[in-house]
């Protein structure tokens, strides 16, 4: 959650959040110029580009199941007139045999759809270029489950941002032995898709936005934004036992962590801030205070208090958005107040959306988008490199504080990955 840029945005309407333009809401799809930024390209199916996800490296297959969660003491926060809060989740796991079973898609048709095109449209991508309901994950669909109690992940995406927008990194955790639980936090996305084949968009958060930023109530629109996710987070691990059997039996609900992307990385900080069920978590490029302009002036608990837990910060080394304990007011300010294990790792010659599927997916678009527009999105980081080493780092660590085991790259010796430890 990188909120600098939210003075500078549009409030037309919304984006994958780090593409283009990074936020700690829904950002701007842009504007009509900006779709017409890249070459004409054919919308017939046939024309697309399909782009591939990297194969996880672990030593286990992957399976994946989808489900639905209902709070009915909740109403939803963006559509008060909706007496519950709906969420979908994803369940990345090892699986024993994956059989004949077929692999999944990273997005469903119609979430596709609505994602792919606020992607063009932020990134100032050619309309119609790719098509994003192709692209396929590793993992088969309600695969059997491997044999062993596995260690639980949470992964929560920035604001704007699908459950489905880091099957790269949460796929190949889950090869390596971890049950991984994906949230979508409804009414943030452009599209999250439920069984019965219904839609919920983001058009009224999207002008809760609008109006607050207007009115010069942003303050109480962050902290809105903020205690929906948590309680979304909470829901989760409330119902983690809910899962069928088969789920439920391959995990291991005393050892659960939390990794997250922009907003999704201050959510799993201010989570454990409040929940002890989370022993270990990871802030992705993920700003800790309320502020349009992260200065220090909003900070949140986290960032005041630190945490009793280990908690890793993964941040960018862009020039004008780059964050690190240094350059981030509630790094800062948490890097002072941190009584659990620490560590400030920043990805070199990244941007926001490194930490994301942009990373993997948007350099198969080199020949036909200006490398400026790419460099603006995921930074000039070698793309295999910097997908190599957000796995190894959040391996690395959930490895450490959830199985016992530690590889020693969190020491911050010299490293084979394009990453610099902060000091």
Known sequence: MRSSRLAAVSLVGVVVSGLAVSTAVPASAGSASHAAAGPSVSSSPAKRRTL?????RGRYATGESAFRLVDDERPDPWTPDTPYRELMVSVFYPAGHTGDRPFTRQLPPAVAAAVGSAVEEGDELPAGLVDWAATRTH?????????????????????GDPRDWNVSLVEDLASRGFVVVTVDHTGEAPGVQFPDGHMVGNGPLTAAWAQA????T?????????????????????????????????????????????????TAANTMYGDPRIKAGVDMDGTLEYSVKPDGSNLSEVALHGLDRPLLLM???????????????????????????????????????????????LPQLADRVPAATLAEAVGTVDPH???????????????????????????????????????
């Not at 591939?52 to 996880?56: I, K, N, Q, V």
């Open 52 to 56: 591939t996800l990297p194969a996880p």
């Open 139 to 159: 993992s088969a669909k309600d695969a059997a489950v491997a044999p062993g109690r596995f260690p639980v992940v949470l992964y929560s995406p920035g604001a």
């Open 213 to 216: 930023f207007e009115n010069g």
């Open 218 to 266: 942003t303050l109480a629109f962050f902290t809105k934004l903020m205690d929906a996710r948590t309680a979304d987070t909470r829901l989760v691990l409330d119902r983690l036992t809910s899962l069928p059997g088969r789920l439920t039996g391959a995990m291991d609900l005393n050892r659960i962590g939390m990794l997250g992307h922009s907003a999704g990385g201050f």
């Open 315 to 361: 941040g960018n080394s862009s020039a004008a958005n780059g964050s690190d304990v240094h350059r981030e007011s509630s790094w800062a300010s948490f890097w002072q107040h941190q009584r659990g294990w620490k560590a400030d790792v920043t990805l070199d010659d990244s941007a926001h959306a490194s930490f994301t599927d942009a990373e993997a997916l």
């Open 385 to 423: 490199r910097a997908v190599a080493a957000n796995r190894a780092l959040v391996a690395s660590f959930f490895d450490r504080f959830l199985k016992g085991r530690d590889d020693h790259l969190l020491d911050g010796g010299a490293s084979k990955y394009p990453i610099t430890f902060v000091r």
